[in-house]
């Protein structure tokens, strides 16, 4: 019983956790749109990717 609550409390957070952080992308949004500024957007996800790409054996020489 103790492990479902536990899981239980551990879905809330992680609820409350996505529920919040799309709370700030949308403020984000108005804000940016309202002064006219161009929303900033990392590179992480092109970074990551073109890393996840160039994949290499366990030696340093590309496969």
């Known amino acids: 019983m103790s492990l479902g ?4 409390v551990v879905a809330l ?6 529920t ?4 700030a992308v949308t403020g984000t949004d108005r804000f940016a749109r309202r002064h006219r500024l161009a929303p900033f957007t990392s590179g992480l996800p092109d970074e990551l990717a ?3 790409s160039t994949h290499r054996d366990g030696k340093g ?3």
């Not at 609550?5 to 239980?8: H, K, P, Q, S, Y």
């Not at 957070?13 to 996505?18: D, G, M, Q, V, Y």
């Not at 919040?20 to 709370?23: D, E, I, Q, S």
């Open 5 to 8: 609550i536990v899981a239980g």
């Open 13 to 18: 957070a992680s609820l409350l956790t996505e």
């Open 20 to 23: 919040a952080a799309r709370l």
């Open 50 to 52: 073109a890393v996840l």
């Open 61 to 63: 020489d590309p496969r």
